[in-house]
Structure formats: C-alpha cells, structure tokens
Nanobody, 115 residues
Framework: QVQLVESGGGLVQAGGSLRLSCAGS????????MGWYRQAPGKQRELVAI???????NYADSVKGRFTISRDNAKNTVHLQMSSLKPEDTAVYYC?????????WGQGTQVTVSS
C-alpha cells in the first residue's frame, strides 16, 4: 500500500521560511509526478508546485520566485522550500503523487504565516 507522509509544517512570521518534506513508502515505487497542493479555509484545493519525472517543474503564479520544489527519485521524496512567506500562504499543504493511473495524497500539514 502506498503512503505519503509529510513533515515540516508549522507557524512562521511573514517573511520567514519553512521546508516541507514528503516521503513515499510501499513496494518499489517510481512515482510519475510528485508535488504539493494546498487548501486554505473556505477555498478550493490548489496546485502549489509539481515535479514531473523527466525533471520539469510547474509552479502556481502566486509562489513563483519564492518556493522551490526538489525531488529525490531514489528515495521517493519531494521537498518544498518556502521563502518570503506571506499570510496568504496559510493553508494545509498536501503532498501529492501519481503512480500509473492512480493518485495518492498525504494527510496534510498545516502552515500558518502570521503577519
């Protein structure tokens, strides 16, 4: 059974930084896509950043230049380095991965940015 486990959320002041990590576990895995979504209270879940197995990445416009996604395929891990955080970045951040036709989600980690 595939599991995604996130770590690294927390409370930070505006302008600060946080690093989120996600580790995939299960049988031998070769995720196609790994990335991060977030959901703020009262809002829909939205893409933050995604890494595709061939090395390309996509970012939401709102985080470009501030967030960086990185991936270790050998360890099935993905990280999100978040800098210059803003109060509007406050949300539950979910790790996301695809394996063949299946999608997988982590349990979510809270990121709170105080003004």
């Amino acid at each position: 059974q595939v599991q995604l486990v996130e770590s690294g959320g927390g409370l930070v002041q505006a302008g600060g930084s946080l690093r989120l990590s996600c580790a995939g576990s299960g049988s031998i895995l070769h995720f196609n896509r790994m990335g991060w979504y977030r959901q703020a209270p009262g809002k829909q879940r939205e893409l933050v950043a995604i890494s595709i197995s061939r090395g390309s990445t996509n970012y939401a416009d709102s985080v470009k230049g501030r967030f960086t996604i990185s991936r270790d395929n050998a360890k099935n891990t993905v990280h999100l380095q978040m800098s210059s955080l803003k109060p509007e970045d406050t949300a539950v951040y979910y790790c996301y991965a695809t394996l063949g036709p299946s999608d997988y989600w982590g349990q979510g980690t809270q990121v709170t940015v105080s003004s």
